[in-house]
């Protein structure tokens, strides 16, 4: 696909917001607490245990405009979810393992749908907040 396609970083936001999700909806169920989805910080988290570096402001606002206008995420303030086309599309993945799910995805979006385009902004004031609590809880070993 040309200039208009997936890019890596679309792929990668997306693989990071399902590990992120699936992980907050798995500690809600553990504590009986509502699930919400997952925060930025969440995200930021996994975003690092996949390429272990952190996304800037700029390529998590694109991708998840790109995702969200796609309707394979859904973007409610600083929580993110992962919509059911975008189960769908985790779900008919080829399986390769974490190691490699990035590429396999970007493959993957650029046979299954379009970029799409949503308004969702993300200020230097809610990410730097992310980031933030993300480092506080490596600090902790969280």
Not at 96 to 112: I, Y
Request: charged share 25%; glycine share 8%; proline share 4%.
């Amino acid at each position: 696909m040309g200039v208009g396609g997936w890019h890596w970083n679309d792929a990668w936001i997306f693989v990071s917001a399902v590990i992120a999700e699936r992980l907050e909806r798995d500690r809600a169920l553990h504590a009986a607490l509502p699930v919400t989805g997952a925060t930025l910080a969440d995200l930021l988290a996994a975003a690092d245990f996949l390429h272990h570096s952190v996304p800037s402001r700029d390529e998590l606002e694109e991708a998840v405009r790109r995702l969200a206008g796609a309707g394979l995420i859904t973007v409610d303030d600083d929580l993110i979810e992962v919509a059911p086309a975008g189960e769908q599309l985790w779900r008919t993945r080829p399986f390769s393992g974490l190691s490699s799910a990035v590429m396999t995805l970007q493959a993957q979006l650029n046979r299954a749908a379009e970029p799409g385009y949503s308004d969702w902004s993300l200020s230097e004031q809610t990410y730097s907040a992310a980031v933030r609590e993300y480092s506080m809880r490596l600090a902790d070993g969280r």
